[in-house]
């Protein structure tokens, strides 16, 4: 039970974290796989490397920090996580903006548009994700 008194706030945040990161990641690869984006702009590698990443760090530092405690030095992993998830909203909006306006004026028709669904919502849920890890980095994964 004291076990349980000792997990913080930032333990489920990160948790969340972790998963809305995944479903980030899990939503652009689907995308990226769609009729209209697989002729287009294909998959960005570094923006499935930045999501992956910054997903593996979050739990790294919810297993480091469940076994060993608070420690200063892991506090510089919320801000690697967050410089990821970013680049990556960044690289995910920026590779389908150019396909929006193409999709919106010239190339509308029911599949792209459906692609073009998949896209908004990977780009939202990537948003939400970099929200969490603002969110999370504010609070300890353990209490002292």
């Known amino acids: 039970m004291t076990e349980k008194k000792k997990m913080g706030a930032g333990l489920v945040l990160s948790v969340i974290t972790v998963l809305v990161t995944v479903a980030g990641l899990v939503l652009y690869m689907m995308n990226c796989k769609t009729n209209y984006f697989v002729k ?10 930045c999501l992956a990443v910054a997903a593996i760090l979050e739990i790294v530092m919810i297993i480091v920090s469940v076994k060993m405690g608070a420690k200063p030095v892991l506090d510089i992993i919320p801000v690697a996580c967050g410089v990821l998830t970013a680049y990556a909203l960044i690289a995910f909006v920026g590779s389908r903006i150019a396909a929006i306006g193409s999709i919106m004026t010239f190339e509308n028709n029911a599949q792209n ?4 669904k ?4 990977g780009m939202i ?3 939400v994700a970099l929200i ?3 969110i999370s980095s ?4 353990v209490k002292d």
């Open 40 to 49: 287009t702009t294909g998959t960005d590698n570094t923006i499935v490397a």
């Open 113 to 116: 548009m459906a692609d073009l």
């Open 118 to 121: 998949g896209a908004i919502i």
């Open 125 to 127: 849920v990537c948003a």
């Open 132 to 134: 969490f890890t603002i």
């Open 138 to 141: 504010f609070f300890k994964v």
